[in-house]
């Protein structure tokens, strides 16, 4: 990511050199603010219509609304890295790894990425009225994967799920599956490609105890494919589980950033949680 400098280097700099290279850097986020605005009418009821008269009237926008959801988070991740983000309801880390995935700018600060970063949220959108199989298959193709991949992989996606172990569920709509099932499928889809950076939002708080001992194993998997994963859980256990370090946000502030055991330590016994 740095450029390269031609110097003179002693004994002592040589190593450091090759532990540099040792350890890739994957993302990094320098001195990273997001901000989001808010536009609608100061009291914040009836905005749609309010909006509509605006447009129809020809008159400017009033009451925007600033949320400054990420402030100066400063951090760089490293290949082979899991990752967990924990902090209460609120506190940024969502959008963080949305920002990092590029969906959202940066009001000020940089965020850098080596390869193509993969957003798995639970909330992200399936395509309801087609088939489970017909979601394996695009959403395969949409991260990069060959048909001939998607064929080889696509059973070892069904099972990795678990949705048809009560009925043959994956030849039915997508819109007949209860969230849970969604959000296995999904996660199975995106867990069969191997990513440069995977970043997951609570994917592993639905399904069974079974599927999330699956899910744990498949990120170790990944991080030894010389990938770096990145876990949004409010569920320490899943974190200490998978991760070997802890990223703790609050109110948009990175407040510690370090080995897992000691970070969830503090935010436990800060948060009583």
């Known amino acids: ?23 890739v850097p994957t993302v990094v986020a320098d001195d ?6 808010v536009y609608g009418s100061g009291a914040g009821r009836g905005s749609a ?16 609304r600033e949320v400054h959801a990420v402030k100066g988070v400063t951090f760089t ?12 309801n609120g506190s940024g880390k969502s959008t963080l790894l949305k920002a990092v995935a590029g969906l959202l700018p940066a009001e000020r ?6 390869g193509q970063p993969s957003l798995l949220g639970v909330n992200a959108a399936l395509m309801n009225d087609l088939t489970g199989e017909r979601n ?14 998607v064929r080889e992989r696509y059973q070892q996606i069904v099972d990795f799920s678990g949705i048809n172990e009560k009925g043959d569920f994956i030849s039915l709509p997508m819109r007949t599956y209860s969230s849970g099932m969604a959000a296995r499928l999904r996660f199975s889809i995106a867990a069969a490609k191997d990513h ?15 599927f999330q001992k699956r899910s744990e194993a498949r990120i170790r998997e990944l991080r030894k494919e010389a990938g770096t994963v990145f876990l949004v859980s409010h569920n320490n256990k899943s ?3 998978t991760c070997d370090r802890v990223l703790w946000l609050e109110k948009g502030e990175l407040l510690m950033d370090g080995p897992t055991d000691e970070v969830i330590k503090a935010y436990e016994k800060e948060t009583g949680k």
Do not use: F
């Not at 990511?1 to 350890?23: F, I, K, S």
């Not at 990273?32 to 605005?37: A, F, G, K, P």
């Not at 600060?109 to 080596?114: A, Q, R």
């Not at 394996?136 to 991949?149: D, K, P």
């Open 1 to 23: 990511m740095a450029e390269q400098q031609n110097t003179d280097l002693q004994q002592p700099a040589v190593q450091d050199a090759a532990t540099a290279e040792e350890r």
């Open 196 to 210: 440069d950076v995977l970043m997951i939002d609570e994917a592993l708080a639905t399904g069974d105890r079974k």
């Open 77 to 88: 991740a490293y290949r082979g890295e899991s990752i967990g983000l924990i902090g209460t």
């Open 49 to 64: 219509t309010a909006a509509l008269n605006r447009i129809v009237r020809r008159k400017p926008s009033t009451g925007v």
């Open 109 to 114: 600060g940089h965020v850098y990425t080596h």
């Open 239 to 241: 974190i200490r589980d």
């Open 136 to 149: 394996v298959i695009l959403g395969g193709l949409a991260m990069g994967m060959t048909r001939e991949q």
């Open 32 to 37: 990273l603010h997001i901000v989001y605005r």
